[in-house]
């Protein structure tokens, strides 16, 4: 491990949420600043839907429905993202992945190597089921690395704005 | 994903008045329409209607969740109709539907729609949650109940 770059390898955490842009803006801006390897990763949470259909609300052809309208719009924000990376001459490698998302996350940060994951700010816990299902709260409970909630939107659009595009 | 937050008093009904299936989701989607978000009631009407030939939303426990994904929904649209005496949902038990938890969605919110459905089905998993949202005296207190399960 190379000790003299505090930060290698960053890991942006997309759901799909508004927050999950600014995080992006901030990780292209970290990553650009710092020279850090970007990767963004979206997890279709597959278990969610099985929990559905398990409980009869959803029959399998519908499963498989909202397994790929959720698959397309992964697609589309890490799409999204790319832009937003190659606009700024920050390269980025993006992954889609399938099945419980806290856990896919988790697996993903110490399976490359991530020293710094990069998310969106965490929503309110509005309810107590929301303290046990919320995936972006147990992302940030079980991950073994640091972790940068990015709380300031227009903020990181600034320093994004701000950001020179060469490479 | 806060049930709550997408219910309004105007939204529920504790007394359903129609006793057949597509009477209680045409009486549902009424109440629904009231939110302003539901474009086209026909179209919203077919897009639950062939959802239930897939197979019947009547669970077990006498709770019933008419859904479908529609273009004619401006966001998540949501309505709670319960019946006293029961209604014949051709449910998953055989037993009549007390509880119907009616959620329309558009297809660009399929994250949401599934947060709202997978919360419907952790809340009536409780059983205590149910007998009191059937024995609620007010759609207000019918929130209350909900909020406070929340």
Redesign the interface.
């Known amino acids: 491990m190379n000790t003299k770059e505090p930060i290698q390898k960053i890991l942006l955490y997309i759901d799909g949420s508004e927050e999950c842009i600014a995080a992006a803006q901030y990780a292209i801006v970290l990553a650009k600043k710092t020279g850090a390897a970007l990767k963004g990763l979206y997890v279709v949470n597959v278990s969610l839907l099985k929990e559905l259909t398990k409980a009869k609300i959803f029959v399998k052809i519908e499963e498989m429905d909202y397994e790929q309208d959720l698959a397309q719009d992964g697609k589309r924000y890490l799409n999204y993202i790319s832009e937003l990376a190659r606009s700024k001459g920050v390269e980025i490698e993006t992954e889609l992945v399938k099945g419980v998302v806290n856990k896919e996350v988790v697996e993903r940060v110490q399976e490359w190597g991530i020293d710094l994951l990069v998310m969106g700010e965490l929503n309110p816990i509005q309810s107590r089921t929301d303290a046990y299902h919320d995936e972006a709260e147990l992302i940030f409970r079980k991950s073994k690395c640091s972790v940068l909630v990015v709380k300031d939107q227009d903020r990181s659009e600034k320093l994004f704005n701000a950001l020179e595009g060469n490479l | 994903?806060?049930l709550s937050?997408l219910l309004s008093e105007e939204t529920i009904t504790l007394n359903l008045t129609r006793s057949d299936k597509k009477g209680v989701i045409e009486e549902l989607l009424n109440l629904a329409m009231k939110t302003g978000k539901v474009s086209d009631r026909s179209a919203a009407l077919k897009s639950v209607l062939d959802?239930e030939e897939?197979?019947s939303?009547g669970?077990?426990k006498g709770v019933a969740?008419p859904?479908a994904k529609t273009s004619t929904a401006d966001g998540l649209t949501m309505a709670l109709g319960v019946s006293k005496e029961g209604i014949d949902f051709n449910s998953?038990d055989g037993k009549p539907s007390h509880l119907f938890f009616f959620l329309l969605a558009p297809?660009s919110e399929?994250?949401r729609?599934?947060?709202v459905?997978?919360?419907?089905?952790?809340?009536t998993?409780d059983s205590r949650f149910c007998d009191s949202l059937r024995q609620a005296r007010s759609p207000e207190d019918a929130l209350d109940i909900i909020r406070n399960a929340?």
Do not use: F, K, S
């Not at chain 2, 459905?117 to 809340?123: E, H, M, P, S």
């Open positions: 994903m806060r937050g959802r897939l197979m939303t669970l077990e969740v859904h998953a297809e399929a994250g729609n599934v947060q459905l997978a919360q419907i089905a952790r809340l998993n929340e």
